[in-house]
């Protein structure tokens, strides 16, 4: 049967269509006709945890990050090589 400003839609679980009026929005995001709607279980909503804090209590600077270079490729940090001579004998 027509009705003014209603559309027929089709239900996301029987595939019955049906007016738009008629049907309902599930929890999941399903478009159901009445015959086919669920409520949402209660083990799907997790219980909330009461009065948890959420700061950490001794919080620290993340360190800076330091690169350490090979000691025998002649580019330390003073400039210097530091490849074994005659004078270190």
């Not at 997790?46 to 270079?69: A, C, M, N, S």
Request: hydrophobic share 25%; net charge negative; proline share 11%.
């Amino acid at each position: 049967m027509y009705k003014p400003g209603d559309y027929l839609v089709i239900c996301d679980r029987c595939s019955f269509r049906k007016y738009a009026s008629e049907c309902r929005l599930e929890w999941n995001g399903l478009f159901t006709c009445p015959e086919c709607w669920e409520p949402k279980h209660p083990q799907f909503t997790p219980p909330k945890p009461l009065h948890e804090k959420q700061t950490v209590p001794i919080h620290r600077p993340e360190p800076t990050d330091t690169f350490i270079t090979d000691a025998n490729d002649g580019d330390a940090w003073d400039g210097k090589t530091n490849a074994i001579t005659a004078d270190d004998l």
